[in-house]
């Protein structure tokens, strides 16, 4: 099973940011009460400013969530996203934030506006705001680049404009804003290269902060990054999260005096080894040093740090990791504090006794998250019972054994219990589970475990993720997963069952958003429909499944009902427009491929092999209607397909003229059809990332390097 990633960034500097926003939020009040009168309408609102948030409302191509229809009438200091001071009436704060949450957080998916961000750009009529002191823009689509206007608010206190996807320069105008206390232009949105700078000489203009946060803009140009930062003395959270960063200064950020967060996690500026003038900092809460390549044995340095709260030394299979070998050091006897402690994906190798027993006593009932997984720590989980203000544990991918103990159920606080791909054996019940009154994640995946659970069992919490793959559940449908209603993820994959799909079961699953039973021996019968269901991820593979593959609800991204036995025509509209794969190989699916495969813009990878389709892929005329990236549509026949695999059907005619609009195509399959005549000489153009080809065709035509530069394996059977 794929390793549910985690990002243990936000809960070490919950207590110094709220701190933070409460001291922005009344400097902002003050500043605008201390300012002169200035000439308010009768409304409440300055006639100038409301022409400027205007102009900037006009520059919004696209706002999916209607967040700006108040944007109305002559008051704007009602609108939403608009505060204004009582006293003056000049707009002191402009949030249209657009919140940002990792996909794989289990709040996710009840955050339905996190995905519809605001498109447009910048109106500089902002500039007439000239009174403003928070500007947060963050997490919306408002341009290619950073204005540089935006250096003009001289009153400006906190600007926020992470993740809006900007790349380009950093504009140094942002150092004359004198008066800044919070700054965060992260640059994490994977669908663009970041921003970078050479030159971060501005930051020393900017003495009144105190949290910084620059993830992501790509640091690697800029000679000394040490030296302006530590001009900054009076910063309190500093993050510099994967900005390329090679080396660093001897002497570090000795005059950070205030400093409670330092973040310099995905960089590789220590080396192997992190210097001494880190463990000088005795004001930090939260040292995040994740995936920087360090190695060796834990430092002794760490127990300088007495005021530790929150210590990241772990890593990613995406961002790279450590190598810290062992266990922990013996001088954190005077580390009370620590509340999150995240060491995965090191090489620890070590008894989990000998790990724990280090922890200073004094932790014991502070520690809230603990990230031990891809370690190879031995031993049993009996010492849980000492760890009852836990409420998030990785223990994953490791080699802990024995039975998961009944004192777990004292953990009244955890949210999170992961301990996939282990040894854990015996059984799990109702109590185990009846006193974690918190639970939201359960991942039990992957170990020699009975699940036996009362049919009336109902959890005493809100599950968000349930994930029993491989452990013993049949061989009857375990019925509680009734009770599930609220749940985002199912899965019970591999785990015994052989049964006949019970009635309520497509009314649970229309509610979750990701359901995989595969790899069971499921009887029954699919719906007539998926409409309405706001299932997102489907996998129902390797079961005995029939019926007709029925109309695909929009919401759909991604279905698999592979290895079933599915029968009849695939229905004209098969697919959503917001369908991304679709596997339905080894069925008895007849009839020929609908034309709607035309309108699957979205559509990534597409498997029909080993079914009995016949006839010729539809041809998608130049008709079809796509979005644009403004929210407009425009005539496209340009299809997304990466993966077609056809073979073993009945398809015929010559090479299918459809996938001359699949350009992205890099594996096409259509061996053992009924294709005829030549490869034709378009494929070299139009197919340039193709490199696996598997055809029946009968050829004349010699496939070189400089017809397919990129081929890698091309079986052509005559």
């Known amino acids: 099973m794929a390793r ?61 969530k209607k967040r700006l229809s108040s944007w109305l009438g002559e008051n704007c200091c009602q609108w939403s996203g608009v505060r204004c001071s009582n006293r003056t009436g000049h707009v002191i704060i402009l949030n249209l934030s657009n919140t940002y949450l990792y996909y794989d957080d289990p709040h996710y998916y009840k955050c339905a506006h996190v995905d519809f961000p605001l498109y447009g750009y910048i109106s500089s009529s902002l500039v007439s705001l000239r009174q403003l002191k928070r500007l947060d823009l963050s997490g919306n689509v408002l341009g290619e680049s950073m204005p540089e206007f935006l250096g003009s608010f001289q009153s400006l206190t906190h600007l926020n404009l992470a993740r809006m996807g900007f790349y380009g320069r950093v504009p140094h105008q942002l150092g004359n804003l004198s008066n800044l206390q919070f700054l965060d232009i992260t640059s994490e949105i994977y669908d663009h290269p970041p921003m970078h700078t050479a030159d971060i000489s501005w930051l020393a ?20 990054w040490v030296r302006p930062v530590n001009m900054l003395s009076r910063l309190e959270v500093l993050r510099l999260t994967g900005c390329w960063i090679m080396s660093s200064s001897s002497t570090g950020l000795t005059n950070l005096t205030s400093l409670e967060t330092l973040d310099l996690s995905e960089n590789t500026l220590f080396g192997t080894v992190i210097p001494n003038w880190v463990w000088s900092m005795k004001t930090v809460k ?42 922990l050091p013996s001088t954190l006897n005077n580390t009370c504090n620590l509340r999150v402690l995240y060491l995965n994906e090191n090489l620890i190798g070590v008894e989990i006794k000998d790990l724990m027993d280090k922890l200073p006593s ?3 009932n502070k520690l809230e998250e603990l990230d031990l997984s891809y370690n190879d720590i031995t031993g049993n989980l009996d010492w849980l019972g000492s760890q009852t203000s836990l409420t998030s544990l990785y223990l994953s991918w490791n080699k802990f054994s024995g039975h998961l103990p009944l004192l777990i159920r004292e953990m009244a606080n955890l949210t ?45 919490f809100g599950l968000f993720d349930v994930y029993f793959a491989s452990c013993q559940l049949g061989p009857e449908f375990p019925v509680w997963i009734k009770s599930l209603n609220n749940c985002y993820s199912i899965d019970v994959s591999s785990s015994g069952i052989k049964d006949e799909l019970p009635n309520w079961f497509w009314n649970l699953v229309s509610d979750v958003a990701n359901v995989n039973i595969s790899h069971n021996q499921i009887r029954g019968k699919l719906p007539d429909s998926f409409q309405g269901m706001s299932t997102e991820k489907l996998i129902l593979a390797s079961n005995q499944l029939t019926g007709r593959l029925p109309s695909l609800q929009e919401n759909l991204y991604y279905l698999d009902i592979s290895r079933n036995l599915l029968s009849g025509p695939l229905p004209f509209h098969f697919g959503g427009a917001n369908l991304g794969k679709l596997i339905l190989f080894s069925n008895h699916i007849n009839g020929s491929i609908p034309q709607s495969l035309c309108k699957m813009h979205n559509l990534g990878a597409l498997d029909l092999a080993d079914n009995f389709l016949v006839g010729e892929l539809p041809h998608c005329l130049p008709t079809e209607l796509k979005p644009s990236t403004g929210g407009s549509f425009i005539h496209s026949t340009s299809l997304n397909i990466h993966i077609l695999l056809l073979s073993k059907n009945q398809l015929s005619g010559e090479f299918p003229m459809l996938l001359q609009s699949c350009q992205s195509i890099t594996i096409l399959d259509l061996a053992w059809n009924k294709y005829s005549g030549k490869l034709p000489e378009w494929i070299g153009e139009k197919l340039p990332s193709i490199v696996i080809l598997l055809s029946g065709l009968i050829s004349s035509l010699v496939i070189s390097q400089v017809v397919l530069p990129n081929l890698i394996i091309c079986g052509i059977w005559i």
């Open 416 to 460: 999170t219990l992961i301990l996939h791909n282990n040894n854990i054996s015996g059984v799990i019940s109702n109590q185990h589970l009846s006193g974690l009154e918190s639970l939201e994640r359960i991942i039990m995946s992957y170990n020699p475990l009975k699940v036996v659970l009362d049919e009336s069992w109902s959890p005493p």
């Open 4 to 64: 549910t990633p985690v990002h243990p960034r936000s809960s070490s500097i919950v207590a110094a940011f709220t701190y933070l926003l409460l001291v922005l939020f009344r400097d902002a009040i003050t500043t605008a009460a201390a300012s002169p009168k200035a000439p308010a309408s009768t409304n409440g609102c300055i006639a100038a400013e409301r022409d400027a948030l205007l102009s900037f409302k006009a520059g919004i191509t696209r706002d999916p």
């Open 362 to 364: 004094c932790t014991w």
């Open 205 to 224: 203009r900017l003495p009144s902060l105190k949290y910084l946060d620059m993830s992501y803009v790509n640091l690697s140009s800029v000679v000394d």
């Open 286 to 327: 939260m040292l995040n040093l994740a995936s920087c390549q360090l190695s060796g044995s834990f430092p002794d340095g760490l127990g300088n740090l007495t005021l530790l709260e929150g210590l990241n030394l772990g890593g990613d299979s995406y961002h790279g990791s450590n190598s810290f070998e062992g266990t």
